[in-house]
């Protein structure tokens, strides 16, 4: 159930507003399920002009809609509460006339799909049309694609439930990992050989830990002493407020992990052993940090010398770094744009990334001497979406991009949407 607190405007207590068990039974939607698409949530509310009631979005089974509570003027609490809106796509960003009698909101259809596209790493060209590879019966983030180019992992999102899923580019077939139970599993990443899968599940309370899955030995969870004394964490809310595999080193014995530090509050890059077998004092490694910029989505280099991320501030900047850690950050992109998601080639010699340099996100590549750790060259763009209709998913933390020697998958959403006005909205 949403939560509603209301400060007078010259001072004085915040009110919570209350809704009755009654109430609440009776419209039993409302409480939503918790989890929002590509990690979209329900924000936007409204008052009735007249202060008797308060209109807002909730999303249940993946349809978003528009309701109203009414609430007592005098106690701010809430007597009665009503869905408005009923259709299936996501209804938002409603507006109220100043009478309080009608209301417009957009009516938005949406569609989010894996996209492959043949792809010359080398040369760093799409060589024909991409066409979606997941389902469209679901929406596909955070893809991970095995270094083999054979499978697809990628959360999928079905009547807003988020589910991982395992996809052979062989065959077509999908299959679920592990969703009958109380986890919800984000962040899939493939090992080099294609028989592990590395991931963050997340329990409705909050609680999150680091899995390993391989379809001959099932899920097994990453026990705190794998990780060297390292805490599991709670997110409480907030996202990424956990650790995050982001890759496995070429030999599968361990991961790049990004963790906050609890002191300074800032995601640090750290190694660590993906199996428990190794001495962990040894093992673990800071990689990179820094108390002011939060360090996400770290890559080991082909040839193991080097890592690239991505450090979030005000705007997203891409660095590499040697991987033995320690060393100095070399600037990968001007930090003038949002550049994210850096991935190698298979050669080590281009870095792809997506940028919204030229207003919509495209997949950029640059150049990269494998030698001195330094870029070569001017930023080159290798994907042409600039229209609303088909374009790379805009919710960046769960866009995933994958590059192999001959295929690009990215996340693609098709969008459509129309503005509607529902009149008598204050009956």
Known sequence: MPVFLTAPADGGPTVRTKLSAEAVKAAADVAG?????????????????SGTAIYFERTFRGARNIWRMKVDPQTLQATSIERLTTGTDSNSDLSLS????????ASESKKVQAWMFPFDARRGRVTGNGKAVTSSGMEAWETSLSHDGRQLAFQAIRAGRWELWDKSLMDGSETPIAIDDPYVR???????????????????TGETEVAIWSKDRGEEPITTSTLGGFPR??????????????????????????????????????????????PVAKARRLVACDTRTNLWQSRYSPDGRWIVFEAEEHRSTIYATPARGG??????????????KPRWSPDGRTIYYLSDRKGFFNVWGIHFDPVKGKPVGDPFQVTNFDNPRLMIANVMPSVGLSITEDKLIVTVAQLSGSIWVLDKADR
């Open 233 to 278: 964490t709670s997110a409480g809310g907030a996202h990424r407020n956990h650790m995050v595999v982001f890759d496995w080193s070429r030999d599968g014995k361990s991961l790049l992990v990004s963790r906050v530090n609890p002191e300074s509050g800032q995601s640090e890059i750290w190694e660590m052993p993906a199996t428990g077998s190794d």
């Open 186 to 204: 984000t962040e899939p990443q493939w090992s080099p050989d294609g028989t592990r899968l590395s991931y963050v599940r997340t329990k409705l």
């Open 33 to 49: 399920s918790g989890l929002f698409a590509g990690g979209d949530p329900d924000f936007r509310f409204s008052w009735a002009p």
């Open 98 to 105: 100043p009478d309080g009698r009608k209301m417009a909101f």
């Open 327 to 340: 060393g100095a950050w070399t600037r990968i992109t001007e930090g003038k744009h949002w550049d994210d």
